[in-house]
Nanobody, 123 residues
Framework: QLQAFGGGLVQAGGSLRLSCAAS????????MGWFRQAPGKAREFIAT????????YYADSVKGRFTISRDNAKNTVALQMKSLKPDDTAVYYC??????????????????WGQGTLVTVSS
């Protein structure tokens, strides 16, 4: 089970930190990811992290602005977002899969999903 939280309303140029708490069967996962879905658009990959090594991979659209991190002791993964733009407005989801991959980045490649948290960036 995954629970994402931390969304809210922020002005363009501002920062926000999302967190995702993992429990239950997701413990066997070695990779966590963040996705987002804007109204009328497909769910898109943002970032993923290897829970064992800490290796990360980002979509070009957020590279340099977003940072994914993990705290294995607390079973949490965070997404620090800065320099936010109105185009970043979306529902953000955390997800887990068994193995870390920089190739399998589609939403169907992840097995476990959180409920989503809304991020709204005003211009």
């Amino acid at each position: 089970q995954l629970q994402a939280f931390g969304g809210g309303l922020v002005q363009a140029g501002g920062s926000l930190r999302l967190s995702c708490a993992a429990s239950g069967r997701t413990f066997s996962s070695n990779a966590m990811g963040w996705f987002r879905q804007a109204p009328g658009k497909a769910r898109e990959f943002i970032a993923t992290i290897n829970l064992s090594t800490g290796s990360t991979y980002y979509a070009d659209s957020v590279k340099g602005r977003f940072t994914i991190s993990r705290d294995n002791a607390k079973n949490t993964v965070a997404l620090q977002m800065k320099s936010l733009k109105p185009d970043d407005t979306a529902v953000y989801y955390c997800a887990a899969r068994a193995q870390y991959s920089t190739y399998y980045l589609g939403f169907h490649d992840y097995n476990y999903w959180g409920q989503g948290t809304l991020v709204t960036v005003s211009s």
